[in-house]
Structure formats: C-alpha cells, structure tokens
C-alpha cells in the first residue's frame, strides 16, 4: 500500500480490516493511503471490482468499515475517510497491479530524463522484482526499475 513513514504503520494497520471487509462486499483493496494535506489528515481507501465500483459500492463499504476502523483505532488524529474507486488512469503502486495490467495501456514519467524526455507512453509487457518492461508507442523496448519513475499509470485514455 502507498504510504510511508508514521502514514505506513496508518496503512498497513488499515489494511487487514479493509481487506476483510472488501471481500466480504464482493470488493477488493486497489490501494490505501494515508496523507497530510494542508492542515487535514486523509485515509483513502481505494476499492475495485469486475465491471467497475459504483457509488453504492463505495458508501456500502464506508458504512461497512466505519464501525470497526473506530473500533480499531489506528489513526490518534481526526482525519477524514474517503472510499473511491482508483478510477481511469489508475496509479500501478503494487506487484499485483502491475501483473492485473500486463497488456494494457500506460503512460509513466521518469525522474531524470532518458534521451532527453521524461514522460513516455506504451504497453506494459512485463513485471518482475520491481522490473517494468514497456513496449513504447515507437514500437521500442525499455526496461527500468519502478523506483526510477515517479508514476506509472493507466493510460486509458489512448487505448
């Protein structure tokens, strides 16, 4: 799960409870994270399902783990809870993403320039230890290391 620091202990204490009760609606954890933004706290879990999340699925699953996430108290500040879908153009963040996605579309940033560009489009061929091969748009291969891009995404807008 996407978080770290103070924020992962936040997440991965979330996480087993979340997961349970995911399952249990039919759903599964896409991501969870836990972020300071401004002067506000936020934990944003992130479900999924065959066919898409619909609202009903997204305030199913709040009324669902609100009980427990307060019986279980994870977080010692207010913080806001937001369940969502990880909609189009969903971040790749966890080994099983990036096996569901082989095949498909994506679109990734590097933090320092290859060649002089940063930002790179393709299909992803292949994931293995933190590898991500992509087959770019110019019918090129390239090979990096998931910790060499600042985000890697679904490219579901140019499918």
């Given at each position: 799960?996407?978080?770290?620091?103070?924020?992962?202990?936040?997440?991965?204490?979330?996480?087993?409870?979340?997961?349970?009760?995911?399952?249990?609606?039919?759903?599964?954890?896409?991501?969870?994270?836990?972020?300071?933004?401004?002067?506000?706290?936020?934990l944003r879990i992130f479900?999924?399902?065959?066919?898409?999340?619909?609202?009903?699925?997204?305030?199913?699953?709040?009324?669902?783990?609100?009980?427990?996430?307060?019986?279980?108290?994870?977080?010692?500040?207010?913080?806001?809870?937001?369940?969502?879908?990880?909609?189009?153009?969903?971040?790749?963040?966890?080994?099983?993403?990036?096996?569901?996605?082989?095949?498909?579309?994506?679109?990734?940033?590097?933090?320092?320039?290859?060649?002089?560009?940063?930002?790179?489009?393709?299909?992803?061929?292949?994931?293995?230890?933190?590898?991500?091969?992509?087959?770019?748009?110019?019918?090129?291969?390239?090979?990096?290391?998931?910790?060499?891009?600042?985000?890697?995404?679904?490219?579901?807008?140019?499918?």
């Amino acid at each position: 799960m996407a978080s770290k620091g103070k924020g992962g202990a936040t997440v991965a204490a979330v996480a087993g409870l979340a997961d349970e009760i995911a399952r249990s609606l039919g759903l599964r954890i896409w991501d969870i994270n836990f972020v300071k933004e401004g002067a506000e706290y936020f934990l944003r879990i992130f479900i999924d399902k065959d066919g898409g999340v619909g609202i009903e699925d997204c305030e199913n699953f709040s009324r669902a783990i609100d009980g427990p996430l307060d019986e279980l108290d994870p977080i010692e500040q207010g913080y806001c809870l937001e369940v969502s879908s990880p909609g189009i153009e969903r971040s790749l963040t966890k080994p099983e993403h990036f096996t569901e996605c082989i095949g498909q579309k994506v679109q990734f940033r590097m933090i320092r320039p290859v060649d002089g560009e940063r930002d790179f489009k393709g299909v992803l061929a292949s994931f293995d230890s933190g590898n991500v091969e992509v087959t770019l748009d110019n019918g090129k291969g390239f090979v990096f290391n998931k910790k060499e891009a600042s985000f890697i995404k679904l490219d579901d807008f140019n499918m």
